[in-house]
């Protein structure tokens, strides 16, 4: 339900896509394999994907360059099935290749890492200690000292860059204005409200996050300062900002951050966020983007300090607007919008070492690429091409250092020549795995809509493809609904492992999808049912005519949004599919109005109440609500939810695993009481995919 982050990308350069022999290039190739502490070892009997050996791969997360730009530093996280949890350990590379070094080995994740800004020691976060604590390292892993001591942890942190502060996030509980009410009740577990906004995704909301400063004598921190202190406003925004929404000014004198400064209804209405800087001499606090109404965040100071650089959206209400590149002249006030003449969303901004260049990426047509901006001329050039998504990047000298990803290829790193988007692979965490699983064909194919627009569609077919064989083939519903549908190797809603099962995946960019201007992306809004439905006909009608597909054996799946495209299709689609399967969907939009917490999304994208019967906008869109269809549903149906989803509540499934049962059709209930809007815990993952598969073969094969 969220212009959520999906990005991904691909092994290889240009325009390569993985075979079904799953080859490799000669860097991955003469790379040695190192012995990694806390990596799983499974036994691989067969070169199929399976739910064990999805959950065994090690993701790859954060690029730290150091300061003198010849080390990378980054973590890895492994899952126990057994233990059910995972564990993110630090490493090291240098940028010119050879072996990783582990510099972590603890039972506690680290994370939030990064190099102090004179090199000599990490900083990172860690519960080693029983809560979130800062903690400091020598680069090689030695050293580890606790340099916080923080009442209830902290969330995140920044060195200032003359290494004399650090800022942090932490979470204050809200003053309950009912407490009057609980006195001598300490067992009662009742909750009071009286304003929205009280549940956010998979939380209640009992804390804010604010903004701190601490001087720091290279050993602790001390004389803690709440920027924030005082409002009842959070900073981060929750549910999925962290510390990239806040920074240092070049002279340390400065703190930017990201702050929707609105409470309860108003909150729930609005995506209104800004940026504010708050002055540590003066003690004043400034909007720098007022007036500027829709989400504003990631605030980005220049290394030369004449420049502040963020992502801003223009219309309030609209989450999944234009993400624009804006850049601010902090000597004249000047606001530049740097992506004026660029339809295309920007993110993952990085400024270069001169402070002549914004380095971010973007997605276009099904995949994520490099871009730089330059401050000189405002021209935005193009560094990569090829079917890989890269989800982020980070100078290093004259080099650049990103991850990358693709359908096939789990993160990794890589670096990347900025003169001509040439790159080579850095990392090679999963090099011993994916040598034994062999992966399905990821091709591209243009469609005509039925309103004569080109759609790409993106075909993955299963290993061993044999073109004189007929397969049963699965129409993938994308989420969102809006934002990319690009190259993500996902965890759960994974390509590869769909097409090892033995199904052709069809994946359209259906109307919505970014990554095809604006216009395109905007057209589901208002309008789920129309064009969206249509191009996702288009597409599997258009595999189906295929003489490997097989016709009499189709599917649809799909999440999120992508499940509201299955219940909706499940009463629309004239005898097309065999089985449906929806993961938190919504099955009744009327309810989902008056469930859900964020109002400015079902305002947008539905255009209002239900019960404002003079907007035709809202009128149309819930009366193709997909409850609305239920006397038609005629096919097998498994459902998913979970209960700690509070975007999409359970009984959304619920209601529609139930309705199905009273209309006699055949369909299972999957439930999670303690997952959220994904699947997060790996023995539940494996139960989701086991599920999952169960259903597919028994009325597909």
Known sequence: MKKLFAIAFMIGLGSIIWSCTNKVNVEEQNSPAVEIIGKPDIQVTSDLMTPEVLWSFGRVSGNEVSPDGKTVL??????SIEENKGNRELFTINVNGGDPIQITRSPKSEFNETWRPDGKKIGFLSAESGSVQLWEMNPDGSGRTQISNIEDGITGFKYSPDQTKILYTRD????????????GLPKASGRINDDLMYRHWDHWVDTYSHVFY???DGNTISNSKDILEGEPFEAPLSPFGGIEQVDWSSDSKMIAYTCKKLLGKAASLSTNSDIYLFNIETGETKNMTEGMMGFDVGPLFSPDGNYMAWQSMERDGFESDKDRLFVMNLKTSEKIYATKDFDQNAGSLIWSADSKAIYFTSDWHGTFQIYRYSTESGKIDKLTE???????VVPAGDKLVATRETMSFPTELFIVNPSDGSAQQLTFTNKDLLEKITMGKVEERWMKTKDNEDMLTMIIYPPHFDPGKKYPALLYCKGGPQGPLSQDFHYRWNYQIMA?????????????VSGFGQAWQEQISGDYHGKSMDDYLVAIDEMAKEPFVDKDHLGAVGASAGGWAVYYLAGNHNKRFKAFIAHDGIFNEEAQYLETEEMWFENWDKGGSFWDKNNKTAVEAYAHSPHKYIEKWDTPI????SENDYRVVFTQGMTAFNAAKLRDLQAEFLYFPDENHWVLKPQNGILWQRTYFDWLDKWLK
């Open 74 to 79: 980054y973590g890895v996280t492994y899952y």
């Open 172 to 183: 204050l509980p809200i003053k309950n204005k009912f407490d009057h009410l609980y006195k």
């Open 214 to 216: 601490a001087y720091y």
């Open 386 to 392: 090829g079917l890989h998504d890269y989800t982020a």
């Open 500 to 512: 090892a099962n033995g199904y052709i995946i069809v994946a359209p960019n259906r109307r919505g």
């Open 638 to 641: 498994l459902v998913i939810h």
